[in-house]
């Protein structure tokens, strides 16, 4: 079927087309999250085990051994690597890169299960958790006050500003760094337990199982089913310190009659500073394919209505790296838009012509638009790699409007009328344009499928130019001929420019009629072009070898 005769013929489908395409297009780009780099995800799970006051060689023989040993028959494994300190041990699992992550994680999951048994009984439950491989915050921010303490600070952090920004859009989590958590210390006196004959493993032992509370099963009340809970779970540290605790002998005692309880905070362990004084300090981190500009606006909003509401609190910012994900947006964009328009330049000041240089130029944004709306679908992200591959189509797009449009021009020489020449130019050299874009498509498709993480990065890049590609031959085989049918004039063809070459021009013109007139000047020009190929090859090595010598330092 000739598609360019039936757009030519039938002009309105083919404009709606195009026009429903640039809308979704538009609406695809105010959409599209911007980040730095592409979304990737990379299978890795971390195993953590904690037990108390074990040693590193204890644990690695009694817990991470057991660990790696479980986690090293599940399929797809890649890497296991493992950290043990005091009281606690860390197993990192590195999947290969086609495991999808939530099947890793819950297989991890059923090997850790499964030897349960063999752990120390005493070891607090392992805990599986996914690792983000790109999840590194985004903004940092330095939290002080004349009127608190560190601790107060710690507090202010944890349950106001946390709480203003957890569960906004595309924010996945919050960190405190420094200050120092809340502990509640049950300070028990040796000589006491002597005098009423209990140790400090039954005081505690009978606090965990009193200070909780449980679920009690289900009642009817009213007529309707009620939840039974168990309320043991004491409120305020006066409360804890009147908690009745049993001797041996049958009597009871009050926790406070056996030492001290004391609401105080934590021994830190960590400090930050800021401008040199002590600080607190929190990093907000992105959630999973989430822009990191509207998060950075997100955050900004949430955080000028906490400073309104506690004026004698300053919140300022450390670190930003959305400043240089928007800088390199804004560039990439720019540098977009310069591409375009020197393209265009370009095109006038070969065609010479107003009206082919109007229709070889729409072709750019009727490419470049609609992909926009590929990208939203397959879930990419306006980042470096994208906007890389946007930039390097920029003078792909409209080469093939540019054959074209010459094609045209060529006919309509001939004394035919536009459209008479748009309908048989376009017949004439349609396979060749199909032909020249399926082959940079078949160049860039398989870069899509690169295998490990830098295909996941190249993903986005070989997708986006081959589907601007393909829009690009959609636009010259629809909607070229149909501008040129409709727009280009008679006279805009009549006058031969070659007349008006310049002498570089003319050289070459007669250069390439003197290698191509002559059969032995044609073999003549095919045995120089190999002689060229052959001495750049064998001039390759020694160019490095030279290049080599001149980096490598001197003793």
């Known amino acids: 079927m000739n598609f360019s005769a039936w757009s030519i013929r039938n002009p309105i489908a083919p404009l709606l087309g195009f026009a429903l395409l640039m809308i979704l297009g538009m609406q695809a780009f105010n959409t599209l999250p911007i980040t730095r780099f592409p979304n990737i995800d990379v299978p890795v799970v971390a195993v953590t085990v904690t037990q108390s006051g074990a040693s590193p060689s204890e644990l690695e023989m009694q817990v991470t051994k057991e660990i790696e040993d479980a986690v090293a028959a599940i399929s797809g494994v890649d890497e296991i690597q ?36 063999d752990l120390p009984a005493d070891i607090e439950v392992p805990v599986v958790s996914k690792i983000d491989v790109e999840g590194q915050a985004i903004q940092t921010f330095a939290v002080s006050s004349p009127n608190m303490t560190l601790e107060e600070l710690s507090w202010f952090v944890d ?22 958590d809340r502990e509640v210390r049950v300070s028990l006196s040796p000589e006491k337990l002597d005098a009423y004959g209990i140790t400090a493993t039954e005081v505690n032992s009978q606090l965990r199982g009193t200070n909780i509370d449980l679920g009690s099963g289900r009642g009817q009340v009213g007529g309707n089913e009620q939840t039974i809970r168990t309320l043991g779970d004491t409120r305020d540290v006066s409360q804890l310190a009147n908690t009745t605790i049993a001797l041996s002998n049958g009597r009871f005692v009050k926790l406070s009659e056996l030492g001290t309880v004391t609401d105080t905070y934590q021994e830190q362990k960590s400090f930050s500073r800021f401008n040199g004084n002590p600080a607190v300090t929190f990093a907000v981190f992105r959630s999973k394919g989430a822009s990191e500009v509207s998060v950075a606006e997100t955050v900004a909003a949430s955080l000028d209505e906490v400073r309104k509401n506690h004026p004698d609190v300053s919140i300022e910012m450390v670190d930003d790296a959305v400043y240089f994900t928007y800088g390199n947006y804004k560039a990439a964009l720019d540098t977009l838009i310069e591409g375009a328009i020197l393209a265009v330049i370009v095109v006038l000041l070969f065609l010479r012509n107003w009206r082919a240089t109007l229709i070889a130029a729409v072709a750019l944004p009727l490419s470049a638009i609609p992909t926009f709306w590929i990208m939203d679908i397959m879930g990419f992200s306006l980042n470096l790699v994208s906007f890389l591959a946007l930039t ?149 090595p020694a160019f490095r070898a030279a290049s080599c010598r001149r980096t490598t330092p001197r003793a």
């Open 392 to 540: 390097l189509a920029t003078g792909i797009l409209v080469d093939d409007a540019i054959v074209e449009i010459e094609n045209i021009a060529r006919h309509i020489k001939m004394g035919k009328t536009p459209y008479r020449a748009a309908l048989e130019a376009a017949d004439e050299i349609g396979l060749a344009v199909i032909a020249t874009s399926f082959t940079i498509i078949a160049v860039f498709v398989p870069v899509s499928f690169m295998p490990g993480i830098p295909g996941q990065y190249f993903i986005q890049f070989g997708l986006t130019v081959a589907f601007s590609v393909f829009f690009s031959l959609a636009v010259a085989r629809l909607i070229t001929p149909l501008m040129a049918a409709y727009l280009m004039r008679a006279e805009d063809a009549m006058d031969d420019h070659h007349d008006n070459d310049s002498r570089l021009m003319k050289a070459y013109t007669r250069m390439v009629t003197a290698t191509t007139r002559k059969w032995w000047a044609r073999y003549l020009t095919l045995l120089g072009a190999i002689g060229f190929l052959v001495a750049s090859v064998i001039l390759s």
């Open 159 to 180: 349950d106001t500003i946390k709480r203003s920004l957890q569960g906004q859009s595309g924010i996945g989590k919050v960190d405190r760094y420094g200050g120092a």
């Open 82 to 117: 493992s950290t043990v300190v005091d009281g606690q041990s860390t197993t990192t699992v590195v999947f290969r890169i086609e495991k999808p992550t939530e099947e890793a994680v819950q297989d991890t999951k059923d090997a850790i299960d499964k030897i349960r048994s």
